[in-house]
């Protein structure tokens, strides 16, 4: 079955500083990831996705995300965090028929 | 942009009603899907529908139902709602693999 961890339930960085959020993979076949965010009481928004091609992927709000095939990860980056950026962070990864396989989320909290 | 909408953002209902949460897409997208999303156990999926009229049980379907009469319009429906249905309930659309989400309903039951 395809699925993925997310080892963190919280990340804390300061306002300025580098953010990671970290996810691994387990999968047959060549993964396709995902990682949406989730703010206060709303539904999840997507950020990103790694099918095919470059391992170093662009995405929404200033993220990115490189895909690592060899360690099985797929870690969500962004070089100066925000107080705006604090959410909650889902991982995924597209399973063998339609649906999504979502790791448990990671809080992000970025302190002004 | 896709929409998803969903037709409540909060819900109240008592023990043993029979509740309906609905869900629309204006993307013309074939694949729905009905999400319930709990503290640390991040989003389990319910059901699918990857057609009008056809239905997938996910991980988790049992108390469940869905209909789905037209491409757009997606249901779960709870038959007879229990305190541990309590949630927040998200719905999605696909027609590739990114899967786009209304707001969610969140729903207590007392």
Redesign the interface.
């Known amino acids: 079955a395809q699925s993925v961890a997310q080892p963190e339930d919280q990340v804390n960085v300061a306002e300025g500083n580098p953010l990671t959020v970290k996810c691994t993979y387990s999968v047959s076949g060549n993964p396709?990831l995902?990682w949406?965010v989730q703010y206060p009481?709303?539904?999840?928004?997507?950020l990103l996705?790694y099918?095919t091609g470059d391992n170093l992927v662009k995405g929404s709000y200033g993220f990115e995300a490189e895909f690592n095939k060899s360690q099985t990860s797929f870690h969500l980056k962004k070089p100066s965090a925000l107080v705006s950026d604090s959410a909650l962070y889902?991982c995924a990864v597209?399973n063998s028929?339609?649906?999504?396989n979502?790791?448990?989320?990671t809080s992000l909290l970025v302190t002004p | 942009d896709v929409k998803v909408t969903q037709s409540s953002r909060y819900l109240v209902k008592r023990t043993g009603e029979k509740v309906f949460l609905e869900c629309v897409q204006d993307m013309d997208h074939e694949n729905m899907f009905w999400y319930r999303q709990d503290p640390g156990l991040g989003l389990r999926l319910i059901y699918f529908s990857y057609d009008v009229k056809m239905k997938e049980k996910g991980d988790i379907p049992e108390g469940y139902s869905v209909s789905r009469e037209k491409k757009e319009r997606f249901s779960l429906i709870l038959e007879s709602a229990s305190t541990n249905q309590t949630s927040m309930y998200l719905c999605a659309s696909s027609g590739t693999p990114t899967q786009y989400f209304g707001p969610g309903t969140r729903l207590t039951v007392l």
């Open positions: 396709y995902f949406y009481n709303r539904g999840l928004q997507f996705k099918i889902f597209k028929g339609y649906a999504l979502f790791g448990k989320g």
